[in-house]
């Protein structure tokens, strides 16, 4: 039950970390909704949140970012969003792909405020797909909580295979996600790039906000610093002092400290983060938390924003990624520009 009040508490917060008012961005796109069937047909752009051959959010930019911005399309990202189907009273164990208003949350939250920090110097693809509900995680009924998440990784699937033989064109591939779509996006990994060819132009994969072992890959590791390339990041983040008791200790689990890019138990500082992304997506704020790895988990200390009195929860998952934001937007552009001189 702690677990499940946790989740509520973050529903609540998250418009905190994902509200914005942006000029930069536009309304849902007036694509055709069509299927072959009854699965997504990924050559249809209405079955993309976000895609290089149309505006979406994940093409916004924070205004204080906007001066030294300078895009590029060097590599291409596949974003996998996390759970926007998350209403407890909603009966429906997976989104169906025509719903208004979980599209709507997911462009305008996950791909405005996640995806947008991995564009700058690249194509970003994040498909829709029939994602399974948050109930799926905690349900005892975990047969049917396996179908929802399997249906939910075949559109994925389907949609990486799409972008493989249409789009890609041997480009340089980032993989990044968070939440659920870490969970497919760990399955992805293992069986597009632990071995053949694909292993050879994966940049990094931000596996972010779902735990990973260390030896989850046969011959993908964790990163060992800011520069690597080929191999993972992850992280959870929870405030300072937070003890995760229902992991698995026997298993290592890999824990990157996104201020500073290494595995170690070193502290960073307030100074070392760059800015992030809170109430509004067009303030970048520095200085609002620092960063330690402690067992298999990231700390972080309270978050300093106003209004911070009212956030009690200690799980800081849903902003996982907005804590970060520059850090992880200056390291994607490090790590292709190492790729690209190897």
């Not at 070193?266 to 970048?284: I, R, T």
Request: include cysteine.
């Amino acid at each position: 039950m702690k677990t499940i009040a946790s989740i509520i508490l973050l529903m609540m917060f998250g418009t905190m970390f994902t509200s914005c008012s942006s000029k930069n961005y536009a309304g849902k796109p007036a694509y055709q909704f069509k299927s072959i069937d009854g699965n997504p047909d990924y050559s249809n752009l209405y079955y993309w949140a976000a895609h290089p051959w149309k505006w979406d959010t994940a093409d916004s930019i924070p205004e204080p970012l906007r001066k030294k911005y300078n895009k590029d399309s060097l590599a291409d990202v596949f974003f996998l969003h996390p759970t926007s189907l998350i209403d407890f009273k909603d009966q429906r164990w997976n989104a169906p792909l025509d719903d208004a208003a979980i599209n709507g949350n997911t462009d305008y939250r996950s791909i405005l405020n996640q995806a947008s920090a991995f564009s700058e110097k690249t194509r970003v693809f994040a498909p829709r797909y029939r994602q399974a509900h948050v109930r799926a995680y905690y349900t005892a009924d975990t047969a049917r909580a396996a179908e929802a998440f399997e249906i939910a990784y075949q559109d994925i699937k389907a949609a990486f295979v799409y972008y493989l033989d249409n789009m890609n064109k041997g480009r340089p591939i980032i993989i990044a996600s968070h939440s659920q779509g870490t969970s497919h996006a760990i399955r992805l990994m293992k069986e597009f790039f632990q071995a053949g060819p694909l292993k050879e132009k994966l940049v990094c994969a931000y596996l972010i906000g779902m735990p990973v072992k260390e030896n989850h890959f046969t011959n993908i590791s964790p990163c060992k610093d800011s520069t690597s390339t080929g191999c993972f990041v992850s992280w959870r983040t929870y405030r300072k002092g937070y003890e995760k008791t229902d992991d698995n200790r026997s298993a290592k689990i890999s824990v990157t400290n996104p201020l500073q890019w290494t595995t170690t138990n070193a502290y960073a500082p307030l100074s070392k983060n760059k800015g992030s992304v809170l109430l509004n997506f067009n303030k970048v704020m520095k200085g609002v938390t620092d960063a330690q790895v402690h067992d298999n988990i990231l700390w972080s200390s309270k978050p300093k924003f106003f209004g911070n009195i009212f956030l009690t929860t200690s799980n800081y998952h849903i902003a996982d990624i907005n804590f970060f934001y520059v850090n992880i937007a200056e390291n994607v552009k490090q790590r292709i520009s190492t790729f690209i001189k190897k």
